[in-house]
């Protein structure tokens, strides 16, 4: 066992150059609470990904929607990441055991080197990257970007107090459902760097969720096995309005789980902001149909607006 610590203490870290506080990265501070209800893509990828070298490269446009996200206050946030507070998270001997913990060092690492590789080749993330800094909020990879360890079911956050995309290291795995995680708390920071979004605000909140599911998510199959829609709604509706309706649920569930609004106060809100979020769909300027080039095309888009 002392071996095995030794050993993990030489892995290098991707991000090692910027240190950490207190044990983390950041703490977050904001006082709301976002947790998206997991959602499973109802068809098998068949496409072939692109590949770079020997590396498989991540495509969003076959991303599947299981993740959910928290935006938590200082005091919860250690509810949702272990290694925050005062108390170092120490995994049982059972977790140990079943290979579920006790390499947190390697996850971290893997984490760090895919995220990494993230950002450096999807193109709706350097897009987004792209559209913050030229809007005069520059993004550090080093700094804004953070692997940690998370409760189960939580993949990622997005820190309001220093502007940081959280992704739980020993949750997300595959490079396709990071690249989902890392798109959608990019549009939260874009919201909330560039739009001035105050999450404690119910109007505030229920748009950036919009915006962020409206993005990210609702494709039409996830929108059907997720039971937002039926087969009926399926054949007699037109695509546009089974997406607006996955869009208003899923915002709904997000508003509800971060905000003490009753369900009828939180459709309220949802309802009387959804005509302007709905269309907003700054920086990317689409919404990306599953399956398709819409992700690099939306990229070579942004070159026209100084985007990239």
Request: hydrophobic share 35%; glycine share 4%.
């Amino acid at each position: 066992m002392e071996f095995f610590q030794n050993f993990m203490k030489l892995i290098p870290s991707v991000f090692a150059s910027e240190p950490r506080n207190d044990g983390h990265d950041a703490v977050l501070s904001q006082n709301q609470i976002s947790v998206e209800e997991n959602n499973t893509e109802g068809d098998e990828v068949t496409d072939q990904p692109n590949v770079v070298g020997k590396r498989v490269k991540p495509n969003i446009s076959d991303r599947p929607e299981i993740y959910s996200d928290v935006i938590v206050e200082n005091n919860d946030s250690s509810k949702y990441f272990l290694e925050r507070g005062n108390v170092r998270y120490k995994p049982t001997w059972s977790r140990i055991l079943m290979m579920q913990d006790g390499s947190e060092r390697l996850t971290r690492y893997n984490c760090e080197k895919k995220l990494y590789s993230l950002i450096q080749e999807e193109p709706l993330v350097k897009l987004l990257i792209g559209a913050l800094k030229s809007s005069g909020c520059p993004v550090d990879i080093r700094r804004n970007f953070s692997c940690e360890v998370c409760c189960q079911g939580v993949y990622g956050g997005y820190d309001t107090e220093t502007q940081q995309v959280v992704v739980c290291q020993n949750n997300v795995v595959r490079e396709d459902i990071m690249a989902t995680i890392v798109t959608h708390e990019l549009i939260h920071m874009f919201d909330h760097c560039v739009n001035n979004t105050d999450f404690k605000k119910p109007e505030h909140l229920a748009c950036t969720e919009i915006r962020a599911i409206n993005l990210t998510s609702c494709s039409l199959l996830d929108s059907f096995w997720s039971g937002y829609v039926s087969l009926v709604d399926l054949i007699k509706s037109n695509y546009g309005k089974v997406h607006a309706t996955c869009v208003k649920e899923r915002a709904l569930n997000s508003v509800l789980a971060a905000s003490l609004l009753s369900e009828d106060e939180a459709r309220s809100v949802i309802d009387r902001v959804f005509p302007f979020c709905y269309p907003d769909l700054e920086p990317i300027g689409r919404r990306l149909r599953h399956k398709t080039t819409d992700n690099s095309r939306a990229y070579y888009d942004g070159k026209h607006y100084g985007y990239v």
